[in-house]
């Protein structure tokens, strides 16, 4: 089980560490985030809680039953040859037959096992939510700073517009319209800080800290040049297949201890019983106490329990291989609409790119025209506008590939 641990735990937030660090600038890293709230979240905790309990049951599977200790006192004291029965003290142990012990061991790690993968499922969909959040984080500031970006250059546009108004090339209307423009950028810019409030709160939520407490994210993110390919047969090692696995296993080792639990239970015991000396008679056993060990076997004759079990059991594996192909195909589906998603995100970065060059390109060309004195500023706010567009979809585009490649690495690593 060691091996799964190290597996498991490690595997899945290494790679999205790495894939994920290679392209930041600055910022606090994804990493430090993923290990506070695997460390914090009371969900991870609580699983890890019921992990803790299935093992301890190993230790309770290697118990004996119940000792049976009991006493009587004859009311009514039977006479024998020795003399009157005063009471009578029973002691009495049942052992199972061989080989139980290590059926219910088995049986009783099995389930751990299945608990731990559990674990390692709740700590991995923890670092998913945690990476997606962080990326939503980083696409609301990085849409903040485009805002602020466009809010510098529609000052710059409106001193122009000014100049324009004193040479008679332009009107106060454009000077209006670019303020105008510039106040909206500035309700766009208040609406996304709120939102990047309340989404911060959801991403300590998931640390379990303050929910006021600052996040600080990268400056910037870019897409990679090599694109990310993943084989449906990486699925096979997933968690959640693995899980049932181990399901499997725990209801094979159910039924050993079904058919260990079906054969016969010994028993060993001690009847000691004081007798009173006859005060009449004096003779050699006058009064001796008697002393008897007992054996016992208990047969379970009726059975049918155990065949229903039997039953139960072999129903239940067909449950479980049923359930695990549904989930493969479910996990299948899930890849190709992820790989797909992060080639559309790839190519709508590049799309928007070029668009965004092209605007520009175009406002390069207004400005130069400015110097010749025929600037048309309601060219300008449709550059601007486009500028924004594109900036603001690029950044959209960078947050969808990157939470498309933590689902990826959450698929298949």
Request: include cysteine; proline fraction near 3%.
């Amino acid at each position: 089980m060691k091996t799964i641990k190290i597996n498991m735990t490690n595997r899945f937030v290494l790679i999205l560490v790495a894939c994920f660090l290679s392209q930041v600038s600055s910022g606090q890293d994804l990493e430090s985030y993923i290990q506070e709230a695997q460390q914090n979240n009371p969900d991870i905790q609580a699983v890890e809680l019921r992990y803790n309990i299935s093992e301890e049951k190993v230790n309770e599977s290697n118990t004996l039953p119940n000792t049976e200790v009991s006493a009587g006192y004859f009311i009514s004291e039977p006479e024998t040859r020795t003399g009157a029965q005063k009471a009578r003290f029973s002691v009495k142990q049942m052992i199972p037959w061989f080989g139980t012990f290590s059926a219910r061991e088995e049986y009783a790690t099995s389930m751990a096992e299945a608990d731990y993968v559990k674990l390692a499922i709740s700590k991995r969909k923890l670092a998913l939510s945690v990476s997606e959040t962080y990326y939503q984080l980083y696409a609301l500031q990085a849409k903040q700073n485009i805002l602020d970006e466009n809010i510098e250059l529609l000052k710059t546009y409106k001193e122009l517009a000014l100049t324009s108004v004193e040479v008679a090339n332009a009107s106060a209307v454009d000077v209006l319209k670019l303020q105008i423009r510039q106040n909206e950028l500035l309700q766009k810019k208040e609406v996304l800080r709120q939102d990047f409030i309340a989404k911060q709160s959801a991403f300590n939520t998931l640390l379990n800290k303050n929910k006021e407490a600052s996040v600080t994210v990268v400056d910037s993110l870019f897409l990679p040049s090599k694109k990310i390919t993943s084989e449906v047969k990486n699925l096979n090692l997933h968690p959640e297949l693995l899980q049932y696995d181990k399901l499997y296993e725990s209801v094979a080792f159910s039924e050993e201890l079904n058919q260990k639990e079906l054969q016969p239970n010994l028993g060993v015991g001690l009847d000691y019983i004081p007798v009173a000396e006859r005060p009449d008679m004096n003779f050699t056993d006058n009064g001796k106490d008697i002393v008897m060990p007992m054996v016992s076997v208990s047969i379970p004759i009726f059975n049918s329990k155990y065949k229903s079990i039997s039953k139960q059991n072999k129903l239940k594996q067909q449950e479980i291989t049923a359930q695990k192909e549904e989930q493969k195909n479910k996990l299948e589906n899930a890849l190709k609409a992820t790989q797909s998603r992060l080639e559309t995100a790839r190519i709508t970065y590049n799309t928007q790119q070029k668009n965004l060059q092209q605007a520009k390109d175009a406002e390069e060309i207004l400005i130069k025209n400015y110097e010749t004195g025929t600037i048309d500023f309601n060219d300008v706010l449709d550059i601007q506008e486009l500028q924004l567009k594109f900036g603001i979809n690029s950044i959209e585009a960078i947050k969808e590939y990157y939470v498309q490649s933590a689902n990826i690495n959450y698929l298949t690593n």
